[in-house]
């Protein structure tokens, strides 16, 4: 009996946990993270306040955590058949993973947006350490699938060249036209550039044999 009683519980806290996520991306992509407050996403969510606070301390934790589940991991998932395929180039390999960012930061562009302006401005270390631990893994799988297939590629211009495509990934995409106003570009001309000036920088032109 206890046992059926906890997992009664757990499944009545996974709903809940749902409802949450739920209202809070709805509130996010209409109203933006600064203008919803931890009170809207429990009335929406259908929970009491001290409930929603016992699952998550702030706004821009429930951000992280709704980035973490929607789209952190779905990044992960779908790059793993780019870089375990050892017949790309590395060329293709940066097409492709750049591609597939660029997509899901679009589709999830108020969610991430929030992520970002507040692991940037926020004072709250754990929020910016899971992001950073996010972003450090799957920037290493890319890392090493190119200097797997680049002969000669230097590790720290692979590094540098990787932080710059993928600031400039967000800027465009998260964040719309940035203040110079120098060129615009589609989505996919933004992601063919970039793997342009990212080869060209690591001056990665052969395989590894």
């Given at each position: 009996?206890?046992?059926?009683?906890?997992?009664?519980?757990?499944?009545?806290?996974?709903?809940?946990?749902?409802?949450?996520?739920?209202?809070?991306?709805?509130?996010?992509?209409?109203?933006?993270?600064?203008?919803?407050?931890?009170?809207?996403?429990?009335?929406?969510?259908?929970?009491?306040?001290?409930?929603?606070?016992?699952?998550?301390?702030?706004?821009?934790?429930?951000?992280?955590?709704?980035?973490?589940?929607?789209?952190?991991?779905?990044?992960?998932?779908?790059?793993?058949?780019?870089?375990?395929?050892?017949?790309?180039?590395?060329?293709?390999?940066?097409?492709?993973?750049?591609?597939?960012?660029?997509?899901?930061?679009?589709?999830?562009?108020?969610?991430?947006?929030?992520?970002?302006v507040a692991t940037r401005t926020g004072t709250d270390e754990a929020l910016r350490a899971r992001v950073r631990e996010f972003n450090q893994k799957l920037h290493q799988r890319l890392r090493e699938a190119v200097l797997a297939r680049c002969r000669g590629a230097r590790p720290e211009a692979v590094n540098l060249g990787i932080l710059s495509m993928m600031s400039t990934l967000r800027e465009l995409v998260l964040f719309g036209q940035p203040v110079s106003d120098l060129a615009r570009l589609s989505e996919e001309e933004v992601v063919e550039e970039l793997a342009t000036q990212f080869m060209a920088y690591v001056d990665c032109r052969r395989k590894k044999k």
């Open positions: 009996m206890r046992a059926i009683h906890h997992t009664a519980r757990q499944v009545r806290s996974a709903d809940t946990e749902e409802r949450i996520a739920t209202s809070a991306r709805e509130l996010l992509r209409s109203r933006g993270l600064e203008a919803v407050t931890m009170a809207d996403i429990a009335a929406r969510a259908g929970v009491s306040i001290g409930g929603l606070y016992a699952r998550f301390p702030s706004k821009e934790a429930l951000a992280v955590y709704l980035a973490d589940k929607r789209v952190f991991e779905e990044l992960e998932r779908q790059s793993a058949g780019i870089f375990d395929d050892a017949d790309t180039s590395a060329g293709d390999v940066v097409r492709r993973y750049m591609s597939t960012a660029a997509a899901l930061y679009r589709r999830n562009r108020p969610l991430l947006r929030a992520v970002y």
